[in-house]
């Protein structure tokens, strides 16, 4: 079963602007959610992360928002640059130690910025 | 470079040969992970390691792969007698062991097609 979704497969955005990326989870436990980068053909780069006990994470132009409740995040990209133009992927996983570094994946949003 | 490096990037086999991918992580990291991403997909979780032990392998782990670490550092994954299905990227991770702020880096991957 999908336990991290990404509803959203593609997303265009001027540059300039904010892209805003979601991401629902199922799984309770998950307690770590991380947002990785991808260009065709490359291993996924790790962008920003955010625990439980916090609901905001900032660095740089990303910042990701974790809604605890609702069981919901998402990835702020402002402002979107030309170079962001890849997929972005969600991730989470649970920090008990038998489980640390299992991520469970959504299925990727492809953002395109354009001039 | 000190990030986690994979080889071969790209591998192409006939269909019932064997392949082997190796994973080199980052040097002072004692989890390993290896993952597989097919097209339109997130990456999928097969197994992982703590030093040389393999502590979990997937259901999607069939009995033709196989993944060792001999001495906790660089770890191989091998196919046996492929299949057309095989046919993704094999995505090699690392990191410490849980704890907050411990991030999970991803290899470039290897690409198998398999014809």
């Known amino acids: 079963d999908q336990q991290v979704k990404q509803n959203s497969p593609s997303l265009s955005v001027q540059e300039g602007r904010i892209s805003i990326l979601n991401c629902d989870y199922t799984?309770?436990?998950?307690?770590?959610f991380l947002w990785y980068k991808k260009y065709p053909a490359e291993g996924p780069t790790f962008l920003i992360s955010i625990s439980s006990i916090k609901d905001k994470n900032e660095d740089g132009r990303f910042t990701v928002f974790l809604n605890k409740s609702a069981k919901h995040l998402s990835l702020h990209i402002v402002p979107s640059q030309p170079g962001d133009s890849a997929v972005y992927f969600c991730?989470?996983?649970?920090?008990?130690?038998?489980?640390?570094?299992?991520?469970?994946f959504g299925a990727g949003t492809q953002v395109v910025v354009t001039p | 470079d000190t990030g986690v490096s994979q080889d071969p990037r790209h591998k192409i086999t006939k269909r019932g040969q064997n392949v082997t991918f190796r994973c080199d992580p980052i040097s002072e990291h004692n989890r390993l992970y290896w993952y597989r991403q097919t097209l339109g997909q997130g990456p999928e979780f097969l197994t992982y390691f703590q030093n040389e032990a393999q502590l979990e392998k997937s259901r999607l782990l069939s009995d033709r792969f196989s993944a060792e670490r001999p001495k906790g550092s660089f770890s191989t994954l091998e196919i046996q007698r492929t299949e057309q299905g095989d046919s993704a990227m094999y995505l090699c991770a690392s990191s410490l062991a849980a704890g907050s702020g411990n991030t999970i880096y991803f290899g470039e991957g290897s690409w198998l097609t398999v014809v």
């Open positions: 991730a989470a996983s649970d920090m008990t130690t038998d489980s640390w570094g299992k991520l469970q």
């Open positions: 799984n309770s436990m998950f307690d770590y």
